[in-house]
Nanobody
Framework: QVQVVESGGGLVQPGGSLRLSCAASRSRFSSLAMAWYRQSPGKQRDLVAVITSGGRTNYAASVKDRFTIFRDNAENTGFLQMNSLTPEDTAVYYC??????????WGQGTQVTVSS
């Protein structure tokens, strides 16, 4: 089993920034793809960003040019840098790690609240 733990959420004013972390209890973290999702109460869980083991990235249109996904394989940790936050970004953010054989592992989520 792979343990996934997100951290870094909190309360921030519109226009502010947060950096979310995704720590994995797994060696060879570099072999995993990593995705960030977000979900508001009563709403669908939506993909925010993804990075492959080879470093290719993709972003939801709503966060392009504001969010950056990256990883530190030596520390078995991935990140989501969020800038220019708006109230529409308020959600629980989840990290999802995907193995080469298609298994996925989810963290417990971290709350991001953007409010003035």
């Amino acid at each position: 089993q792979v343990q996934v733990v997100e951290s870094g959420g909190g309360l921030v004013q519109p226009g502010g920034s947060l950096r979310l972390s995704c720590a994995a209890s797994r060696s060879r973290f570099s072999s995993l793809a990593m995705a960030w999702y977000r979900q508001s109460p009563g709403k669908q869980r939506d993909l925010v960003a993804v990075i492959t083991s080879g470093g290719r990235t993709n972003y939801a249109a709503s966060v392009k040019d504001r969010f950056t996904i990256f990883r530190d394989n030596a520390e078995n940790t991935g990140f989501l840098q969020m800038n220019s936050l708006t109230p529409e970004d308020t959600a629980v953010y989840y990290c999802n790690l995907i193995t080469a054989d298609g298994n996925s592992y989810w963290g417990q989520g971290t709350q991001v609240t953007v409010s003035s």
